[in-house]
């Protein structure tokens, strides 16, 4: 029963996302403009997240990991790795969205996928502006 319950531990551990005490980075992709993001893990597959935008507004969110599987997800990371911005499946990564809300009313909306302590996602604004995230 031990060894049961340390092998369901290692394998939680390495399928956790990469968020976990994680530095982001947030590329506005009309601008150039760079961000800085802080993250931390409540739990093994959610968290919080924030920073603040170069024009001096404040973000914050959450997280959310989906492990090997995620219904509906990829309409904006597709969207913003291709031009068609149809849904995509990326197997054997974690799958996830991020939604973070500015003080001074910025709404960003994400999706992304991690594996091996690394990640990369796709974001937009409410006025249909794209960024890249990278952690």
């Known amino acids: ?4 319950v340390a092998l369901l531990f290692l ?21 150039g403009a760079i961000t800085s993001l802080k993250c931390s ?7 919080t997240i924030a920073g603040t935008l170069p024009s001096g507004e404040k973000l914050s969110g959450e997280y959310v990991t989906v492990v090997n599987a995620a219904v509906g997800w990829g309409s904006i990371y597709s969207g913003v790795y291709s031009a068609s911005g149809t849904s995509v499946a990326v197997s054997g990564k974690n ?4 939604i973070m809300t500015g003080d001074k009313g910025t709404i ?11 990640g990369t996602g796709a974001c937009e604004d409410k006025h249909d502006t794209k960024y890249k995230l990278m952690f």
């Open 1 to 4: 029963m031990r060894i049961r």
């Open 108 to 118: 960003l909306n994400c999706e992304y996928i991690s594996s091996g302590g690394h």
């Open 11 to 31: 394998a939680s551990l390495l399928s956790a996302p990469a968020w976990a005490g994680c530095t982001a980075r947030l590329y506005n992709l009309d601008t």
């Open 95 to 98: 799958q996830g969205t991020v």
């Open 41 to 47: 893990s409540r739990h093994r597959a959610t968290g």
